[in-house]
């Protein structure tokens, strides 16, 4: 039987072409203390210590064509909360997460109706639902693959969350007279110029109608979602954005123009401008 040590080196091998040496030794350590009820304390101590892992060949495998780890595991981390991610919704970014806690560290009304729009994995309105206290969370997607693995989050995190399904390009709620206090999003937003560039572990697994946008109107799922946004946000509401980097002024432009001149960025832990908060007017 190999060692910890051995399986490590097996697995990091045939993905240090695809992600550099660091973090093809990163994912083999997740790797062998998740499949092995291990910790790193473990491998540390006692690296030669022999270890059987299952279908240890398929796992590389997957792992070598480029499928996400987080796809090979079934779950991945977001704001300490252990989430359901397979194919169909998008893997939880650290640059959410600090969307979410720039949203829940702002001052909101007491039970504050909440709108996450595109939801995927739920991972925006489970983590508000149980940050906010008394929160009451709506989330749309167009996807119900992905309401379903979002409902299933919020069953086994606990969260109260009311999933529908809707067209962030069209409008939603037709008919209906809700409001919220606050609505947010992490819409499509890749000019798909960049697909070329990017890592296969995202090109070819995670999904493409959550990523990419056409290249002559990159800011297509902004400007819908804040038109709707300017009909059903209360006043005094807020509305924000996780954004690309690169199209921040042209983002704040936008939102000037759709009726939200008072918005604010904020750049994330990389120093980029990631984020806006734009007020709605009383």
């Known amino acids: 039987m190999p060692t910890r040590r051995e399986i490590i080196a097996r697995i990091e091998t045939p993905l240090t072409a695809l992600y550099g040496e660091r973090e093809a030794r990163q994912i083999a350590r997740i790797i062998v203390m998740e499949l092995g009820g291990l910790c790193l304390t473990d491998l540390v101590a006692e690296p030669d210590k022999e270890l059987g892992i299952n279908e240890l060949d398929r796992i590389i495998g997957e792992l070598a064509a480029g499928r996400p780890l987080q796809y090979v595991l079934g779950h991945t981390e977001f704001y300490g909360l252990d989430f359901q991610v397979r194919e169909g919704v998008l893997i939880p970014r650290p640059e959410t997460e600090e969307l979410v806690r720039w949203i829940a560290e702002s001052p909101a009304p007491d039970n504050p109706a909440v709108l996450d729009v595109g939801t995927g994995s739920g ?26 693995i979002a409902r299933e989050n919020a069953r086994r995190l606990d969260a109260e969350v009311d999933f529908r399904q809707g067209d962030a390009l069209g409008e939603l709620f037709p008919g209906q007279r809700e409001q919220f206090d606050l609505i947010v999003s ?97």
């Open 123 to 148: 991972c925006i309105a489970v983590t508000l639902a149980r940050l906010i206290p008394g929160a009451r969370v709506t989330a749309v997607d167009i996807s119900e693959k992905a309401l379903s």
């Open 186 to 282: 992490n819409p499509p937003y890749i000019p798909r110029r960049e697909k070329a560039s990017m890592r296969v572990n995202v090109t070819g697994y995670e999904p493409a109608e959550a990523l990419f946008v056409e290249d002559d109107d990159p800011l297509i799922f902004y400007r819908a979602i804040a038109r709707n946004a300017r009909r059903l946000l209360r006043p005094g509401g807020r509305l924000y954005f996780e954004i690309h980097e690169n199209f921040a002024d042209e983002t704040l432009r936008m939102l000037t123009r759709e009726g939200f001149p008072d918005t604010a960025v904020r750049r994330d832990l990389n120093d980029k401008n990631r984020m806006t908060c734009s007020l709605q007017r009383r």
